[in-house]
C-alpha cells in the first residue's frame, strides 16, 4: 500500500472565502506561536514548504530545512523553493539529536502510525 503525501487540496490556492479566511488564520496564528528567535529549523512534513517558507520569512538569517516523504510531485514543487529540503521518514529522521533548535510538524501527527 502506498501512503499518500501531501494534500488533497491545494490550501494556499483556495478561493472560497470562508476557507481562505480559515488557511489565514492558521497562518497567522503559527506565526505569533514562533519564538523570538531560531537558528535551525526542521518543519517534518513540510509538504511543498510554504509554512516553511513563510517562517523563513520570520527567520531570515536561520537554516531552514523540510522533510517529507518520497513523492514525485513534491520533488517538483521543492524545485521551487530556495530551502534545504529532504527526503525521510518522521520515524526515522536523518539527524543528531539537538541539530536544530526549532521543530516544526504542522498537520502531520495525524498521519503517523498510531
Known amino acids: 500500500m502506498t501512503v499518500p503525501t501531501g494534500n ?3 490550501k494556499e490556492a483556495i478561493k472560497n472565502p470562508i476557507e481562505r479566511r480559515m488557511v ?3 497562518s497567522a496564528a503559527l506565526q505569533r506561536a514562533l519564538p523570538a528567535t531560531a537558528s535551525r529549523v526542521l518543519e517534518v512534513g513540510c509538504g511543498e514548504g510554504r509554512q516553511l517558507t513563510a517562517v523563513g520569512d520570520r527567520f531570515p538569517n536561520a537554516a531552514l530545512v523540510g522533510l ?3 513523492d514525485v510531485e513534491l520533488e517538483d514543487a521543492w524545485s521551487a523553493v530556495p530551502l534545504q529540503m529532504v527526503q525521510a521518514s518522521a520515524l526515522d ?6 541539530t536544530f533548535d526549532l521543530v516544526l510538524a504542522i498537520e502531520v501527527l495525524e498521519h503517523l502510525p498510531d
Not at 93 to 98: G, K, Q, S, T
Open 93 to 98: 529522521l536523518p539527524f543528531a539529536d539537538n
Open 68 to 70: 517529507d516523504l518520497p
Open 24 to 26: 489565514d488564520g492558521f
Open 8 to 10: 488533497l487540496v491545494h
